[in-house]
């Protein structure tokens, strides 16, 4: 509880390398997610190398999503590309007219999330970036998307809670209401 009540969408991070140890762990917390058939589409790219980050981020926040430049800032932005699933998982989606893929990677990269919290690291996921130049940018086969970016990194800031819902309005017993 302490973990999940305590982590905040970190937007400034410390000049301070992440260790690799402590990149590996959210990597196992992430690899260990559930997946709808056991199909894990993901894939976490890693950019912790100064250069190689920096450049992917010039690429990826520039236009329309240049608000975003602030990603920059983190020591480490991880790429989560994705792939449709299994076949079994593509018959799924197809008659529950549902994304599972989408589904398995929200789970895996929340686990990653809040394994860096544990860990006194800091993230953001980000959701607003070129995907077709990330996706040029990481020489991904067809069939490969970046749906989802996370920066990680120390954070340099303790950003008050944003509001939620109240429990009664998200949630309700034995009804829909
Ligand atoms: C799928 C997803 C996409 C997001 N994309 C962005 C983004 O592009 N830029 C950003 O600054 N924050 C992004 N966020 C962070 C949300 O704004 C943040 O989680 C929300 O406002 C709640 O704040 P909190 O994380 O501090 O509790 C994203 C979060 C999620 C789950």
Known sequence: MK???NRRSIRKYKDKPVEKDKILKCLES????PSACNSQPWHFVVLDDEEIKNKF???VFT???SNMTFVKTAPVIVA???DKGNFQTMVGNFLKNAAFYLIDIGIATEHFVLQAQELGLGTCWIGWFNDKKAHKALNLPKGKKVD???ALGYPDQEPSPRPRKKLEEMSSFNKYE
Request: charged content about 15%; cysteine-free.
């Open 57 to 59: 981020a010039d690429t």
């Open 30 to 33: 992430a690899r260990v997610a």
């Open 80 to 82: 989560v590309v994705s």
């Open 3 to 5: 973990v999940v009540e």
């Open 63 to 65: 236009g329309l999503y």
């Open 148 to 150: 989802i970016l996370i």
